[in-house]
């Protein structure tokens, strides 16, 4: 689930975006972008599904849908006492079909993207076709984008507003997409995630025996399916085996951003009934490194680390360098 926040605006607070200009994939020439698109289908191979389509899958979603907290429920349908059929119904509502402006777009940034893994000799493994859903981005609190299975949903607004923005906006809308692709594949190639997850000091497990307490604040989060992933964490001079969960720390506050309250929080496997603030954590960032404030999951944490990984390399200047130089390894193995 990417925040709705212009990436182009943190990869210059990384110092990222000079690099741009440095990286031979990218084109200052739309023109030159148009014609890579046919090399980015037969690479990334992927679709677009129609509005009816993309209804067909909010009605068969019920694994998601039958799983939201009462939270989840509130924020997405902006009001206290929402339930689960409004949301689908609603959830239903905001699809759109794509227009052909907008396939170019993104067929021209798929095309970049692919053209960056074969610099960085990737081999991408997906054998199925990644399908895109465009939605108003209203059924998940005005994300940017999130997926399912291999299904990357966008939001019309943000299409729009690249679109309107024109090639200054080539990078922003790369690092969404190359984001969204990292979820794609974290899910449909278990051997890649393992991988991937040891560049942020993560193995891959089971999860930890939430609390009923504590699974009515974690916020369901489209990207990740199960918190079956740790690291280990310091806490009181000690250090344990723990996962980082994100957290609604408020209910439902009426004209307010949904994103402003889902903080990351420790849950620790010998004390799945209890949160810890990172705060608490003396080595967090230590696990975690610093190219990214996205912190809410280990799975968050990683699609940033890629989508930079992919766009700029290892040439930007970058707070933990080793993370991305990681991730190229992986990339290239």
Same mark, same amino acid.
């Given at each position: ?115 960056? %893994?074969?610099?960085? *000799?990737? #081999? ?6 990644? =399908? +895109? ?6 059924? $998940? ?91 280990? %964490?310091?806490?009181? *001079?000690? #250090? ?6 994100? =957290? +609604? ?6 004209? $307010? ?77």
């Amino acid at each position: 689930m990417a925040a709705k926040i212009i990436a182009a605006v943190l990869a210059f607070q990384l110092g990222l975006a000079p690099c741009a200009a440095n990286i031979a994939t990218y084109s200052n020439s739309a023109d030159t972008a148009a014609v890579q698109t046919d090399i980015a289908q037969s690479v990334i191979g992927h679709r677009y599904a129609d509005k009816a389509e993309g209804i067909a899958y909010f009605e068969k979603n019920d694994t998601y849908y039958n799983n939201l907290s009462q939270r989840d429920l509130n924020w997405r349908m902006k009001r206290i006492g929402a339930n689960t059929e409004e949301l689908r119904e609603y959830a239903k509502k905001q699809v759109m079909d794509f227009t052909d402006e907008e396939k170019q777009y993104i067929d021209n940034s798929l095309s970049r993207i692919s053209q960056r %893994f074969d610099e960085i *000799g990737f #081999k991408y493994p997906l054998d199925k076709d990644i =399908v +895109f859903v465009k939605t108003t981005m209203s059924e $998940e609190m005005d994300a940017g984008g999130y997926t399912f299975e291999n299904y990357i949903f966008l939001g019309e607004s943000m299409i729009d507003d690249y679109l309107k923005k024109g090639e200054d906006y080539f990078n922003a809308m790369d690092e969404i997409l190359a984001h969204e692709i990292c979820h794609v594949l974290s899910r449909n190639d278990r051997d890649f995630r393992a991988k991937l997850y040891k560049s942020i000091g993560f193995e891959l497990g089971d999860e930890p025996e939430f609390s009923d307490e504590v699974k009515t604040k974690i916020l369901s989060n489209p990207d990740v399916e199960k918190y079956d992933c740790y690291s280990y %964490f310091t806490v009181d *001079g000690k #250090k344990k085996k723990g996962t980082v969960v994100s =957290v +609604f720390d408020e209910d439902y506050k009426e004209g $307010e951003y949904a994103f402003k309250y889902i903080v990351p929080y420790v849950v620790f496997y010998d004390e799945p009934d209890k949160i810890y603030p990172i705060s608490e954590i003396s080595d967090f960032y230590d696990v975690f490194g610093k190219n990214t404030e996205y912190i809410i999951a280990a799975e968050e944490c990683l699609a940033d680390n890629f989508r930079f990984a992919v766009v700029y390399g290892d040439k930007a200047n970058y707070p933990s360098p080793e993370i991305i130089k990681y991730i190229l390894k992986v990339m290239s193995e």
